[in-house]
């Protein structure tokens, strides 16, 4: 049975590396593009991290920090990252447990971008990262970006926050 709280991140709560990841956590997808951003206080020193998977092997992965940033754009800033590592002709599947990112890239930025960029409430928050976003996911029609369970245990998306949340710690 699982002992942390549901939404609780075990990479986070253990402050666990990737090496220590790999070792713990085998379920989930074994291939695609993963996502994550992290916050220490929103806004507040941030990172992201995204890795690439093929048959449960890294591909490609990258992470970065930012001294004072919000949780929405480090989710943001993982996705543009993520959506790098693919070609425009391939058909890749692309994890993140920001729902958010989901439905503003799968649902939202289109009419924003009829609206001349606003939404019908007001402008878009973040708009150079949802911009970079979309036209990274437009460019690449092969990608599905897909929802996943934050935090429960998929090594990939376990493995993608600890590279978000890596500025925390000595080692990645």
């Known amino acids: 049975m699982n002992s942390r709280r549901r939404g609780q991140s075990a990479t986070r709560s253990q402050n666990l590396t990737t090496a220590e990841v790999i070792v713990r956590y085998t379920d ?13 206080g ?4 941030g990172g992201w991290g ?5 048959d449960g092997q890294v591909v490609h992965e990258r992470y970065g920090f930012e001294p004072e940033t919000t949780n929405n754009r480090m989710e943001l800033q993982a996705m543009i990252t993520g959506l790098g590592f693919i070609e425009p002709g391939e058909t890749v599947d692309v994890y993140t447990d920001s729902k958010l990112v989901v439905d503003t890239l799968t649902k ?18 973040n708009l150079d990262l949802v911009q970079t976003a979309y036209w990274l996911s437009q460019e ?33």
């Open 140 to 172: 690449r029609p092969g990608v599905h970006i897909r929802w996943i369970r934050a935090h429960d245990g998929s090594r990939w998306n376990e493995y993608a926050d600890a590279l978000a949340s890596a500025y925390m710690r000595d080692e990645v």
């Open 42 to 45: 929103n806004p507040g020193p």
């Open 50 to 54: 995204a890795v690439r998977v093929q």
């Open 28 to 40: 989930g997808p074994t291939s695609g593009v993963f996502t994550d951003g992290s916050c220490s």
């Open 108 to 125: 939202w930025a289109a009419g924003w971008e009829k609206r001349g960029w606003r939404r019908s409430d007001g402008p878009v928050k």
